[in-house]
């Protein structure tokens, strides 16, 4: 069985900073690991996916995510925030066969202040 | 770039009700989703299906749901009898094959039972 915990419900930063966003999966299996964001009034849209190949995934938006096994992690970042950033992000775990089965974490809404 | 469609986007109905949600996925995707997000909770997985017929189910996928796909291009989620508890954003997506092949979300239908 897979589970995500995305720690922080709400995160805030000022454009052009850092941006760093949690998640910690549990997997049974060794995890397919993915980022969502959802705009308001929109669907959600991949930012990356993590399927087994390299450790650090770069993603649309300049967004990107490593994968470390030793800590259970997938951790979102990009260097520099824009005010157009500003969504709810998910994180999420599957196992590689049956892939499209997603489990979400509960989701981080990302505030950026001008 | 294609999308997946719902509609509509908000419907309201009455307890008891039967509700039938609409999506037209991506013509060349072969697999075909649907989620639901409890308002304040997780994206949550209900059911996928491939080749005509349900590949996977959660526990919440009872017997007041059913999915069809009446035509080659729309796929529908139909509750019998609609609960409260079934108030939630009903996401539909779609996959092309492999399990590398990524999910595209559509906008959501907020499904609200009064």
Known sequence: AQSVTQLGSHVSVSEGALV???????????????????????????LLKYTSAATLVKGINGF?????????????????????DAAEYF?????PQGAQKLVFGQGTRLTINP | EPEVTQTPSHQVTQMGQEVIL?????????????????LGQKVEFLVSFYNNEISEKSEIFDDQFSVE????????????????E???????????????SPLHFGNGTRLTVT
Request: net charge positive; charged share 15%.
């Open chain 1, 20 to 46: 760093l966003l949690r998640c910690n999966y549990s997997s049974s299996v060794p995890p397919y690991l993915f980022w969502y964001v959802q705009y308001p009034n929109q669907g959600l849209q991949l």
């Open chain 2, 22 to 38: 609409r999506c037209v996925p991506i013509s060349n995707h072969l697999y075909f989703y649907w989620y639901r997000q409890i």
């Open chain 1, 64 to 84: 990107e995510a490593e994968f470390k096994k030793s800590e259970t992690s997938f951790h979102l970042t990009k260097p520099s925030a824009h005010m157009s």
């Open chain 2, 86 to 100: 079934d108030s939630a954003m009903y996401f539909c997506a779609s996959s092309g094959a492999g399990d590398n």
């Open chain 1, 91 to 95: 994180c999420a775990v599957s196992a």
């Open chain 2, 69 to 84: 796909r009446p035509d080659g291009s729309n796929f529908t989620l139909k509750i019998r009898s609609t609960k409260l």
